[in-house]
Nanobody, 114 residues
Framework: VQLQASGGGLVQPGGSLRLSCVAS????????FAWYRQAPGSQRELVAGINVAGSTNYADSVKGRFTISRDNAKNTVYLQMNSLRPEDTASYYC?????????WGQGTLVTVSS
């Protein structure tokens, strides 16, 4: 399984971004997707997850602001991020829970700054 993330960039506080993650390979064996983030000097943390049934979960810090979704026809998972704050600045990573283990994509950098 390969994961290609995109959509990061520089945005002002209060702004929005949408991250995308395109999965390829043996995607039929994926049971869930998730987005993680890691800020400089901090540990990597779970931001949001979605399983094959469409159930979602979020970190408390992003509830009500971020939305994870998936488009099965496009093999793509999205992270819509609204009301962004400077503390959301981090590299964001797409992951997939595959039967062979957790797969990681490359990070996409999100910078929230005025």
């Amino acid at each position: 399984v390969q994961l290609q993330a995109s959509g990061g960039g520089l945005v002002q506080p209060g702004g929005s971004l949408r991250l995308s993650c395109v999965a390829s390979g043996s995607i039929s064996s994926i049971s869930a997707f998730a987005w993680y983030r890691q800020a400089p000097g901090s540990q990597r943390e779970l931001v949001a997850g979605i399983n094959v049934a469409g159930s979602t979960n979020y970190a408390d810090s992003v509830k009500g602001r971020f939305t994870i979704s998936r488009d099965n026809a496009k093999n793509t998972v999205y992270l819509q991020m609204n009301s962004l704050r400077p503390e959301d600045t981090a590299s964001y990573y797409c992951t997939a829970l595959h039967r062979s283990g957790i797969k990681w994509g490359q990070g996409t950098l999100v910078t929230v700054s005025s």
